[in-house]
C-alpha cells in the first residue's frame, strides 16, 4: 500500500470511508469526481490494497482510515494551524449541536408526555422544524466557505446541501432524514466525519 494519495485518490477513498460502501456513481455524485474518473481511482486503489470491491461497490480496507488518517495529516498540516479555520471549527459545534436538536424533533414529537415518532400529520409543526432545518444549513454552508477556500473539495457540501434542501421543498420530506439516501442529515453526518479527519479531531459527542 502506497503511503501517498493523489487528491483524486484521496477524494475517492475518503468518500467510501464515509459511506462505507459506496459506487463509482455515488462517489460521482458526492464529489466533484468524475464517475469514469471515479471508477479509475478506484481500481488504483484497489490494487494498493486501499479498497475491497464487491461487484461494483468498493468498501474501506482495514488498512484505509489509518492511510487516510496519515495523508490529512500531510495535506492539511497548514490548515490545522489557521485561526480561522479553528473558529469556524468552534462554531460548527454549536451549531451541530442545534442541528442534532432539529432532527431529533423533526423524528419525534411529544404526545401525552411520551415521545412517538412523528407521523408528518401536522404541517405546522413540520413547517416551523423546516425553516428551522434551513436556517442551520445556510449557518453551515457559510461555514464550509471557509474549508472551500482552502480545500475546493469542499464545495461538494454546499451542492449537495443545495440538492436536498431544494427536494425537500418539492416535498420529498424523505431528503430530510432518510438513512439510504443523500438526505440532508447523511450529508451533514458526511461533513462531521470529514470535518474531523482533516482537523485530525475526534467526535464529542
Not at 87 to 105: C, D, G, K, Y
Not at 176 to 198: A, K, Y
Request: proline residues 2%.
Amino acid at each position: 500500500m502506497t503511503d501517498t494519495l493523489t487528491d483524486t485518490d484521496y477524494t475517492v477513498l475518503n468518500a467510501v470511508a464515509l459511506k462505507k460502501m459506496a459506487t463509482a456513481a455515488q462517489i460521482a455524485a458526492a464529489t466533484d469526481v468524475a464517475e469514469a474518473e471515479a471508477r479509475a481511482a478506484l481500481d488504483r486503489l484497489a490494487d494498493q490494497g486501499s479498497l475491497v470491491m464487491v461487484g461494483d461497490a468498493a468498501l474501506p480496507s482495514d488498512d484505509a482510515t489509518e492511510q487516510l488518517a496519515q495523508a490529512a495529516a500531510q495535506r492539511y498540516a497548514q490548515l490545522r494551524e489557521d485561526p480561522e479555520v479553528h473558529e469556524m471549527a468552534e462554531r460548527f459545534e454549536v451549531v451541530n449541536s442545534q442541528f442534532l436538536q432539529t432532527i431529533s424533533a423533526w423524528q419525534l414529537v411529544e404526545v401525552g408526555g411520551k415521545k412517538v415518532a412523528n407521523d408528518h400529520a401536522d404541517a405546522d409543526y413540520d413547517g416551523k422544524i423546516l425553516d428551522r432545518l434551513d436556517k442551520q444549513v445556510a449557518r453551515l454552508s457559510r461555514l464550509i466557505e471557509v474549508l472551500e477556500a482552502r480545500d475546493p473539495r469542499f464545495h461538494a457540501y454546499v451542492r449537495r446541501f443545495a440538492d436536498a434542501g431544494d427536494a425537500v421543498n418539492r416535498g420529498d420530506v424523505d431528503l430530510v432524514s432518510s438513512p439510504v439516501r443523500d438526505s440532508i442529515h447523511n450529508v451533514w453526518f458526511e461533513f462531521h466525519e470529514d470535518l474531523l479527519r482533516t482537523l485530525g479531531r475526534a467526535r464529542k459527542e
